[in-house]
């Protein structure tokens, strides 16, 4: 009977919970597990945590984007965060698009040049973007790292590498230089979105390499 | 053993750690109630007893078109064949010119899940956009293919062959400014267009900081390579012809790496897979000095000490013939 009890009393502490595979991920710096270097090592000064709009709903679409911004140098968006705390929070894709019309006017300078991606499974196209040096910005549902407590989430953060090994993200929930998640390719499109993403690039260039002779 | 089975199975029947597919909160509440339909907006009639809803809505009658309401209140419509909203404006009872809709519209083939199907996430930070549907995408908000999207993304990219080079302006505004017309619009300077990667900082900026770049000039103007190697530099501007001829240098310098030399012989090629290497045979031990252990450069200096010598006893020679 001890016996019976004690396989029941194992049963009760074992979760049969399967929508979550056990997950090799790691919060680190701006180098992989394995040494790789990232393609966009964004400074810590210019991490952006995440803020709410006029009626308190998320800003993360565009505080992505503004990370976007500063590695890629497009003045028009640098400080889009801040600018959208003035209106509703949320973003989509038409939206974002409308806001970026709305900013760049209300500046004086004409609009950057962007690719939206929507419901795609199409990694080959984010290793480009990032291995030309454009900082990506995609949807998330759950962090395989355990922030969140393993919720599911409705979330927009921002990837500045991606290549046959590895995927680094940078969540504006936990911006930090030492607080990137490193996860594999497969792992990243588990958590991104399983139907598929909305990711954004802005197309101007990376900043310039360190001068050598 | 029969406790343990029924245990087993009230545990497994009580759902309590069973996830459902639907997520953490497991599935959609019961008695959810699709929305009214509505498209004429004086018919419309909020049902108060439900929760509100907030989305698009299927015409019940016309394939292709969606009411959008935000909380029972009916915002516009939209038409997937024609890929146009219009948003309805309830005191005057007009719809308005083509506008952008307030959230991502249904794609022709892309479902359109009902009320009782969108299950929340447990936490949203600001994300409106949910996934179904076909694979979409746009450049600057004009839908385009994936492959025209990679070509947006290549072009004036700075690929592993590709051969542009990078002009960085760093100063104040003002000057930066001179630069950056110049580039944009001197005559000297257009048929360089395209081939140059053009950025502009002012001397703060991080990009410039971190990086160690000289950044007092007024301005400070760098050509370098894609790798990072300084082909030029000048610290202040001295006018778009001589820029012109600076950057004409560097595309020579630069292409220079690449260049054929005429005089390379391809059977003078090592191939170290092919080539015998002699044993080395010891000599045995008592043998007399070893001539090989001689560099040559003291074979040539000897060669040079014999030849003086000669030469002097050949003066010598002929100052005693005069005497």
Redesign the interface.
Known sequence: MRY??A??LF??TV???Y?QTPSGAKVGGNVAPDGTEIHCDL?G??HLQ?K??SDG??????TSVDHAARWQ?VPALIGFRDYMTRYP???????L??YITKICKERGVP?P????????R?LD?LR??T????FVSI?Y?RSPTGR?NG??????VSVPHVDDKWVAVLDN?YPGPDRYEWMTPDEFLRVC??????AV?L?D????????? | MRCFIAALIALTLSGAYVRSQWGPRGCPPQGAVAPVLHYQPVQYVQQSSRQTFTGWSPHPDKAGQYAYYEADRLIGLYCTERETFWRWDSRSQTWSEPCNPPASPPCPHRPIESFTAQVPPDKDFGMGWRAGGEECYYVNGRKVSRRQAIEAIEAESLTDDSNLRRVTVIGPDADRKQVIDALNTAPELQPFKGQLVVQSYAPDHWAIVDSNFKRDGKPTVYIQSRTGKVLHRQDEWRGAAKFAEALKRSDESVNAVRKADPTYDSSKDPDLNKQVIPPIVPKPDGGGFDWSKIPGGTWVMLGLAVALVFVLLQKGGPVHAAR
Not at chain 1, 193 to 198: A, C, D, E, H
């Open positions: 019976y009890a396989l029941l049963f009760l979760p049969l919970d929508s400074p000064s210019q995440n709410g709009g709903a998320g800003l993360c679409v565009f140098n929070g949320g973003g989509w894709p038409e939206k698009a409308k609009e040049r962007y690719v939206q991606i929507e419901n795609s199409d196209i480009l973007a291995k030309t040096g454009r949807t549902e969140y919720q599911r989430i409705a979330h927009m929930n979105n399983p139907k598929g993403f909305w690039v197309l260039n990376p900043p310039p390499p360190p001068p050598r002779n």
